[in-house]
């Protein structure tokens, strides 16, 4: 069973950054896109960012220009690295593999790391 352990979560204030990693197990990793998803409370989860094997990306429209995805193969990891953060990007941030970059995500959903944005 694929693993999917995310880290870097914490309290921020408004405009501040931070940077989310999550490490895979395995075999999957080269083969598949990578996802970052977010649930904030009382609303469904929703794709923030998605990599594919290949670098090409997909954002949604609320983080394009803010959020940054990426991968190392090497280490089975994939980031986000979230500047100029909103009070609006609270949430439990989840790693995710799928298919391609608008897929369905594929495996279980971790514990998750909590963002918190609030001064």
């Known amino acids: 069973q694929v693993q999917l352990v995310g880290s870097g979560g914490g309290l921020v204030q408004p405009g501040g950054s931070l940077r989310l990693s999550c490490v895979t197990s395995?075999?999957?990793?080269?083969?598949?896109?990578m996802g970052w998803y977010r649930q904030a409370p009382g609303k469904q989860r929703e794709l923030v960012a998605a990599?594919?094997?290949?670098?090409?990306?997909n954002y949604a429209s609320s983080v394009k220009g803010r959020f940054t995805i990426s991968r190392d193969n090497a280490k089975n990891t994939v980031y986000l690295k979230m500047n100029s953060l909103k009070p609006e990007d609270t949430a439990v941030y989840y790693c995710?593999?799928?298919?391609?970059?608008?897929?369905?995500?594929?495996?279980?959903w971790g514990q998750g790391t909590q963002v918190t944005v609030s001064s």
């Open positions: 995710n593999y799928q298919f391609g970059l608008r897929s369905s995500p594929r495996g279980s």
């Open positions: 395995g075999n999957i990793f080269s083969i598949y896109a």
């Open positions: 990599v594919n094997s290949d670098g090409s990306t």
